[in-house]
């Protein structure tokens, strides 16, 4: 049986914002392994200076992520879609063992197989340290709540 992830490309405008929201309910839970049945078996990342290729992989990179980024929640906006293709913008606060916040922003670029399954993945990110003050995102850890304001709401 082939897996199937809904919604399926071609993308318009709001099957495109549904994939995001999916994409960062699914990162906001912190399971790397349901995680990783989003992309497809021998998906290729770029992630920083990093290149994950296939599921086994992502899991490896998602624990250590999050065994690292402590207290992690995020948000993404879609930016552009076309055909098979996402382009993303994102932002993410996490603090480390030392007890330094930061919110790290970033692009992810997103080609999906005819399933739904994401095939590549490219993602360009920066870290800035911010104080406990300045955090923005407050929800209790898990999925954003659907009143919380976005990216840009946030002025982000």
């Known amino acids: 049986m082939t897996e199937s992830r809904p919604p399926l490309p071609p993308f318009t405008r ?8 999916a994409a960062e309910d699914g990162w906001n839970n912190r399971d790397p392994h349901k ?3 989003a992309y497809t078996v021998d998906s290729q990342w ?31 906006e879609l930016w552009a879609c076309e055909g098979n ?22 692009n992810e670029n997103w080609e999906f197989d005819e399933n739904g399954l ?11 340290p911010i104080t406990e003050s300045e955090r923005k995102f407050h929800w209790p850890q898990g999925r954003r709540p659907d009143d919380h304001p976005s990216l840009s709401d946030l002025g982000l």
């Open 14 to 21: 709001a099957t495109a914002i549904q994939k995001v929201r």
């Open 35 to 37: 995680v990783s049945l």
């Open 46 to 76: 770029r992630n920083r200076h990093e290149f994950p290729k296939g599921r086994a992989e992502i899991v490896e990179f998602l624990t250590r992520k999050w065994t690292k980024e402590k207290e992690y929640r995020l948000i993404k």
């Open 85 to 106: 293709r996402i382009a993303v913008r994102f932002a993410y606060e996490w603090h480390d063992d030392a007890g330094q916040w930061f919110r790290s922003y970033g």
């Open 118 to 128: 994401m095939q590549k993945r490219y993602a360009s990110i920066n870290d800035l």
